[in-house]
């Protein structure tokens, strides 16, 4: 398998954490700025690592609603998807903000977490 690639997007700077080959364990990787560079730089890991897909994180309010933030996240996901080769998915980041400089690891561990449950729950039937 590829691994999978994590992004948490803030205004100035951008947390990317990647998985392990067996797509299980998340692992911190590079904070890239957010500038107009940024979408490169995320395709150029894309090829480095052959990532099999994006996971972006969503900050959702509270409330389960989409506020500015979750908006300019959503317009950067959209200019990814143009140039990527692979998928990129959103996923409610909502509770990963308190360890912010680790989000995009957190992020991508509670993807994984949930892939697999998701995995042994249809194998166990």
């Known amino acids: 398998m590829n691994p999978i690639l994590a992004l948490d997007f803030g205004r100035a700077r951008i947390g990317a954490a990647i998985s392990d080959e067996l797509q299980l364990l998340a692992h911190p990787l590079e904070t890239i700025p957010a500038n107009e560079a940024a979408p490169s730089r995320v395709a150029e890991i894309v090829r480095e690592k052959k990532v099999d897909h994006v996971v972006a994180g969503l900050p959702k309010r509270m409330d389960g609603q989409l506020g500015s933030a979750a908006t300019e996240v959503l317009q950067f996901v959209e200019k990814l998807r143009v140039i990527l080769p692979c998928p990129v ?3 409610d980041e909502r509770l990963t903000t308190a360890a912010a400089h680790r989000a995009a690891q957190m992020i991508l561990q509670s993807y994984l977490d ?9 194998t166990d039937q």
């Open 89 to 91: 998915v959103t996923w």
């Open 114 to 122: 949930r892939r697999a449950a998701n995995v042994a729950t249809r």
